[in-house]
């Protein structure tokens, strides 16, 4: 059974840089897991940000990034703003009989 | 405007069946291969089946193998997942989408709600 593991919370002041991280139980994440990353405000749907690692969704603000660093997948907000309050999904590929995996989900707060 | 909306969920009793269906618009569905995932309540998102484009290849997390099917029909632009031999824990909040792909709009729909209770 393969293990997606997030921070369950992270905290940032507004303006802040914060990055959070995506791990596999199966060892180093790389291009090939195709990262992909979710946000999902109270009572929405998710809505998603990054695809294959790197990534950005048309709608996806540059301020908003994803990438490789050691070992994990990273996503990477900069001068956080309070609408970026959400849970942030990391979702990884693993193969054609059971493809993907979603992590536990990293609640963010910016206080 | 890309769409995507989800129907069929609903009140079902253990062991019972429900077929959900998600009609799309604004996009070509047999150009994409498409997802299912879900969300018991209060809790995160799992991950539970996809099908390739022409509905010849599909995969299924562990927890519905064999009891969900996943299909499409592309010429009426609408995915489907039969669910059979429903449990408790399969409660949540179905939402069908793409992944992994520049969506040029919504990559998921709103949800459906599925609740499996005597």
């Known amino acids: 059974q393969t293990v997606v593991t997030q921070e369950p919370s992270v905290t940032v002041s507004p303006g802040g840089t914060v990055t959070l991280t995506c791990a596999s139980s199966t060892g180093t994440v790389t291009d090939g897991n195709y990262a992909n990353w979710l946000q999902q405000k109270p009572g929405q749907a998710p809505r998603a940000l990054i695809y294959?690692?790197?990534n950005r969704h048309s709608w996806t603000p540059a301020r908003i990034s994803g990438s490789l660093l050691g070992g994990k997948a990273t996503l990477t907000l900069s001068g956080v703003q309070p609408e970026d309050e959400a849970e942030y999904y990391c979702l990884l590929y693993y193969g054609r009989l059971q493809p993907w995996v979603f992590g536990g989900g990293t609640k963010l707060t910016v206080l | 405007e890309v769409q995507l909306v989800e129907s069929g969920g609903g009140l079902v009793q253990p062991g019972g069946s429900l077929r959900l269906s998600c009609e799309v618009s604004?996009?070509?569905?047999?150009?994409?291969?498409m997802h299912w995932v879900r969300q018991p309540p209060g809790k995160g998102l799992v991950w539970v089946s996809r099908?390739?484009?022409?509905?010849?290849?599909?995969s299924y997390a562990d927890s519905v193998k064999g009891r969900f099917t996943i299909s499409r029909d592309n010429a009426k632009n609408t995915l489907y997942l039969q669910m059979n031999s429903l449990r408790a824990e399969d409660t949540a909040v179905y939402y069908c989408?793409?992944?992994?792909?520049?969506?040029?709009?919504?990559?998921w729909g709103q949800g459906t709600l599925v609740t499996v209770s005597s």
């Open positions: 604004g996009f070509t569905l047999g150009s994409y291969w």
């Open positions: 989408g793409r992944l992994d792909v520049p969506c040029g709009g919504d990559c």
């Open positions: 294959s690692t790197t």
């Open positions: 099908i390739n484009s022409d509905g010849s290849s599909t």
